[in-house]
């Protein structure tokens, strides 16, 4: 397994454009986290999933995003009518249902302009 | 609110020496504390980890060291070596969910 990849790695919109970001997780984890992370910042919890559930939302997800695992698998995160807020670098972790320890893709670095 | 915060956003080390990055948190439910590395243009690599129910973990050249009491972590880089130059994350969770990390602390590592 080549561990977790996500595309594209880079994305550069105008403001009010939709945007979708796409992330594969390591095969046998039913686990799958989103990630924010803007310039001088760690990472901050946007929402996550277990198998095709999605558990948990920061209110950092406004009602502008929405993510979505439809088998459990690959998941997709998308943004509608960007702003220049959105600019960040957009990650994703997944791991086993039972472990502390995620493991990151190389993110998403989002641009609006 | 900022419920890990890593201070002395920087670190310049010479090359063999120990880096030493500390970490505080608030949240006395964490359970479990984690270092992430991370280079530019890639995401976080998880390095080591620690269960708050003990006080040390090691693994090669690095080792954790968890004080409950004073909610204060650290990880020592012995010896530092140049691949070491990164941005360094604490992280901790509660219930294996969510992760919250501090801002990071930029290691430079001299030869």
């Known amino acids: 397994d080549t561990g977790v990849s996500q595309n594209p790695r880079h994305k550069i919109t105008k403001r009010g454009q939709n945007v979708t970001f796409r992330c594969d997780p390591i095969?046998?984890?039913?686990?799958l986290y989103w990630y924010r992370q803007t310039l001088g910042q760690g990472p901050e919890f946007l929402t996550y999933?277990?198998?095709?559930?999605?558990?948990?939302k920061s209110r950092l997800l406004s009602d502008r995003f929405s993510a979505e695992r439809p088998k459990g698998s690959f998941s997709t995160l998308e943004i509608q009518r960007t702003e220049q807020g959105d600019s960040a670098m957009y990650l994703c972790?997944?791991?086993?249902?039972?472990?502390?320890?995620?493991?990151f893709g190389p993110g998403t670095r989002l641009t609006v302009t | 609110d900022q419920q890990v915060k890593q201070n002395s956003p920087s670190l310049s080390v010479q090359e063999g020496r120990i880096s030493i990055l500390n970490c505080d948190y608030t949240?006395?439910?964490?359970?479990?504390f984690l270092w992430y590395k991370k280079y530019p243009a890639e995401g976080p690599t998880f390095l080591i980890s620690?269960?708050?129910?003990?006080d040390k973990n090691e693994d090669g050249r690095f080792t954790v060291f968890l004080n409950k009491s004073a909610k204060h972590l650290s990880l020592h880089i012995v010896p530092s070596q140049p691949g070491d130059s990164a941005v360094y994350f604490c992280?901790?969770?509660?219930?294996?969910?969510?992760?919250?990390f501090g801002k990071g602390n930029q290691v430079v590592v001299i030869p």
């Open positions: 972790a997944s791991t086993q249902a039972a472990a502390y320890e995620q493991y």
């Open positions: 095969s046998e984890h039913n686990r």
């Open positions: 999933f277990q198998n095709e559930a999605q558990l948990e």
């Open positions: 949240n006395s439910m964490f359970d479990y």
């Open positions: 620690i269960s708050s129910i003990k």
């Open positions: 992280a901790a969770s509660y219930g294996n969910n969510r992760l919250a």
